[in-house]
Nanobody
Framework: QVQLVESGGGSVQSGGSLRLSCASSTFTYRRYCMAWFRQAPGKEREGIANIDNDGTTNYADSVAGRFTFSQDNAKNTLALQMNNLKPEDTAMYYC??????????????????WGQGTQVTVSS
């Protein structure tokens, strides 16, 4: 069974930074499409970043230039570096995986493995 565990969430002020991690001891990231999603109360789960199994990264417009998605294959860990955080970034953040890479990487329906989430709160 695939298990993903996120960590690194917390509370910061606007303009601050956080680094989220996603760890797994049950599979090798480079064989999967990996993504970060977030979900704010009352809103649909939003895809914000993805790494394809060829290493290509994609970002939602809302986070491009501020967030960086990286992969440490040696440690089997993913990281999402979030800089210049804004109050609208407040949400629960989830790591997700899929054995295939869909063109619509931002669609949560294309991922079948999920972590439990980590909360990010940005105050103005």
């Amino acid at each position: 069974q695939v298990q993903l565990v996120e960590s690194g969430g917390g509370s910061v002020q606007s303009g601050g930074s956080l680094r989220l991690s996603c760890a797994s001891s049950t599979f090798t990231y480079r064989r999967y499409c990996m993504a970060w999603f977030r979900q704010a109360p009352g809103k649909e789960r939003e895809g914000i970043a993805n790494i394809d199994n060829d290493g290509t990264t994609n970002y939602a417009d809302s986070v491009a230039g501020r967030f960086t998605f990286s992969q440490d294959n040696a440690k089997n860990t993913l990281a999402l570096q979030m800089n210049n955080l804004k109050p609208e970034d407040t949400a629960m953040y989830y790591c997700a995986a899929s054995a295939w890479c869909a063109s619509s990487w931002w669609n949560y329906r294309n991922y079948n493995y999920w972590g439990q989430g980590t909360q990010v709160t940005v105050s103005s």
